[in-house]
């Protein structure tokens, strides 16, 4: 069984060459290292071209496309049975890996999800927390859990996404090519919405399927200042146009398969526009969208930023006079605002924070998505296997990681 490790990259080089090492540091000859470069000019071609690895396939999209046509390419040069996506600041976890093949050689699902762990690059200015990691008692040494997506399909059309768990993943998550191809409009279109990763997984909670979710995590997301998801935090927050969030947009509106709405650089408005478009686009309007409920989540983001909030009001306004649901979006206008976080989301921070430690990256003077992955390897060791096989209990397993954390910095 191949398995594909695919990273879309785009003028990241400071970056990347550390994330395509992190899976380069896999001890495994069948899997390939696919590279999908959307035309950068920082060097990345040639600093590809001096890695000898076998395993790596690059490919080059010849012209500055958008992140879903880079993710497109990226599939249609791959070969493996299997893929697992993630962006050119994160990172695999290679001395787990073997367990991830373990369970996808004994189980054939048509994918696993895990929890995600995120890094702060610590070039990240601004941002607290920067240079570290967190890991929870609820991230490692878990057990394996079979599910059908589709059992979460009344809660995505609801808008109650708190509850979309556990959720089907490509990105930071494995699917089969089989699978992939499967829920495709046709074979040379994987992706077909503006968020490539959120279009898959709620395809994937449309439409069903056999999944698994494990409870221990095989890679790291990377937060730095190139990611697409800092570009829209930063308009978010009101903190102004970021050239990352406007060049996404800008590169979407001329992609033949973008979203039926404008994101303004909402990250809601992202998850409702990826909704609708897939609805539209693969004749699945009998699901019952609450659009109500739908255009209160995508206002309430805005309330402490009255220029976005204007901007979406507009777009989610056309659009529901468009589709003839007006009075849902009226009624939106005129709820109150949620708060950001319910009680019991706030509740369960509180409970990861207290069952968890952080600790910094920093290694031999090197703090990158390498560096996190390697401390993350001596901290986990091989005590997933006896987990799996039932020789090691959780709880054992994560006392000697929280033991081995003493040995890094710790940070609060």
């Known amino acids: 069984m191949k398995i594909s490790i695919v990273i879309p990259t785009r003028e990241r080089l400071q970056f990347l060459k550390y994330s395509v090492q992190t899976a380069l ?15 950068s000019t920082d060097g990345t071609q040639e600093y590809i071209a001096s890695l000898t690895d076998p395993r790596i396939t690059y490919v080059n999209t010849g012209g500055r496309f958008s992140m879903r046509e880079n993710f497109n390419t990226a599939f249609l040069a791959s070969s493996g049975d299997y893929l697992i996506y993630f962006g050119d600041d994160d990172g695999i976890v290679p001395g787990q890996f073997k367990y991830l093949r373990q369970l996808l050689e004994k189980h054939r699902p048509d994918g696993i999800s895990w929890p995600r762990v995120t890094y702060g690059w610590p070039v990240a200015q601004g941002k607290n927390k920067t240079g570290g990691f967190r890991i929870t008692r609820d991230d490692v040494f878990g057990s394996t859990q079979r599910y059908q997506p589709s059992d979460n399909r009344e809660n995505l059309l609801q808008c109650h996404l708190a509850k979309l768990t556990p959720m089907p993943d490509l990105y930071h998550g494995c699917m089969s090519r089989a699978y992939l191809e499967k829920i495709a409009l046709r074979p040379d279109l994987i992706f077909d919405g503006s968020i490539p990763d959120f279009n898959i997984s709620y395809r994937a909670l449309l439409k069903g399927g056999d999944f698994l979710h494990v409870g221990h995590f095989f890679t ?16 978010q927050k009101g903190k102004g146009s970021a050239e990352t969030k406007d060049s996404f947009s800008a590169e979407n509106r001329t992609d033949p398969e973008a979203d039926v709405m404008a994101h303004a650089g909402s990250v809601p408005m992202a998850f409702y526009a990826t909704l609708e478009t897939i609805l539209k686009k693969h004749g699945l309007e009998t699901c019952q969208t609450d659009h109500q409920a ?19 009001q507009e777009i989610l306004g056309e659009y529901a006079r468009r589709m003839g649901h007006d009075d849902a979006f009226e009624a939106a206008l005129k709820m109150k605002d949620q ?47 006896g987990v799996l096989d039932g020789t090691t209990k959780k709880s054992a397993a994560w006392q000697n990681t929280k033991q081995r954390s003493k040995s890094f910095e710790r940070q609060l």
């Open 294 to 312: 739908w255009n209160h989540y995508v206002l309430s983001s805005a309330r402490k930023n009255p220029e976005l909030r204007g901007k979406l």
């Open 220 to 235: 790291v997301s990377g937060y730095s200042p190139a990611s697409t998801g800092g570009g829209y935090a930063a308009s």
């Open 339 to 385: 708060p950001k976080r319910s009680p019991s989301e706030r509740l369960n921070r509180l409970w990861m924070q207290l069952h968890s430690f952080r600790v910094s990256a920093e290694q031999d003077g090197e703090n990158t998505i390498l560096s996190v992955v390697r401390i993350v390897d001596a901290l986990l060791r091989d005590d997933f296997a």
């Open 25 to 39: 540091e896999i001890d495994d000859p069948d899997i390939e290292i696919v590279i999908s470069d959307n035309a």
